[in-house]
């Protein structure tokens, strides 16, 4: 099933993350989950966003005891992956901004995958963040 992005004007169907919470789901391309990620305020959604969600949840986050949501990397080139992670902790995820501890539990989880990818971190250590911090 093609997906889009929900923010609107955006025509991107490569690379969606689709965020669930148990109660709504939310599809946004990769630079518009980063910038949902750096202040959700800077996003405007189509009149049909966000989706109303069909499962309830019931998880916690990969990297704390908090209530996690869904959220799931839908990429067209490689297997999808689905993080089980708090909204804090998916910001970070989205924003390269995890701590060394955080990114060795997601490594461990998860692997070597786009958001983990030593692009973004060189041994756990965070050198390109997004924005100010979150």
Same mark, same amino acid.
């Given at each position: 099933m093609s997906m889009k992005c929900m923010e609107k004007d955006c025509v991107n169907e490569l690379m969606?993350?689709?965020?669930n919470d148990g109660e709504d789901r939310l599809n946004l391309c990769f630079n518009h989950a980063t910038i949902f990620a750096s202040d959700?305020?800077?996003?405007t959604l189509e009149g049909t966003a966000p989706q109303i969600s069909s499962s309830k949840l019931d998880k916690t986050c990969d990297c704390c005891s908090e209530a996690a949501l869904e959220a799931s990397e839908l990429d067209p080139f490689n297997d999808d992956i689905t993080w089980n992670l708090c909204m804090? #902790?998916?910001?970070?995820?989205?924003? #390269?901004q995890l701590s060394i501890e955080e990114y060795k539990s997601l490594y461990n989880?998860?692997?070597?995958?786009?958001?983990l990818h030593n692009d973004f971190y060189n041994s756990g250590v965070v050198f390109q963040p997004v924005g100010e911090g979150v």
């Open positions: 969606i993350i689709s965020i959700e305020r800077l996003i804090d #902790h998916l910001k970070k995820l989205l924003t #390269h989880i998860y692997g070597d995958v786009y958001l």
